[in-house]
């Protein structure tokens, strides 16, 4: 007989990231442009019952973009988003990893300036996250977000 442990905890999330931006047509270049996302983050839940889980993880996100407006220092563009992730992380003194899948729409404006194009965007993602405590039990988890973000490329 298997026995059902499930229950819903409510909590907020927040992540910050850093990492490197490719994108194939920063200006004036194509209507559509692939932007990839690889970076590292580190992500915290403020879960209803219990402390912060804290983790720490690698990212990878891929954003097809469509032009609306494009010349030659200037872009707005918007697309959809996908995105996978590996965590490690803690919670009540107990080891934790899990992997995150997401999707979501982005949009952004690229300005060059100089050499330089200046890329900030604004997007909704919503995320799924399963994974497994490292305790004699190895209890799985799973859980969902979706969130609003806002990023900051730098492309040169």
Known sequence: MEVDNSFTI???AKTGAFGFVLDTAPTNERV???RLNVGLARQEFD???NPKMKSDGIYVENIFG???VKNESFRWWAGPLVRVGYYVGELNDEDLDYGEFGVGAVTGL???VGNTVLSPSVGV???GF???FDDFAG???EGHTSNIFANLAVLF
């Open 110 to 112: 690229n300005f060059k």
């Open 66 to 68: 469509f032009a609306f």
């Open 130 to 132: 399963g994974g497994e």
């Open 47 to 49: 879960l209803e019952f």
């Open 125 to 127: 993602r919503y995320s």
């Open 139 to 141: 209890d799985e988890f």
């Open 32 to 34: 559509f442009n692939y």
């Open 10 to 12: 409510d909590n907020d």
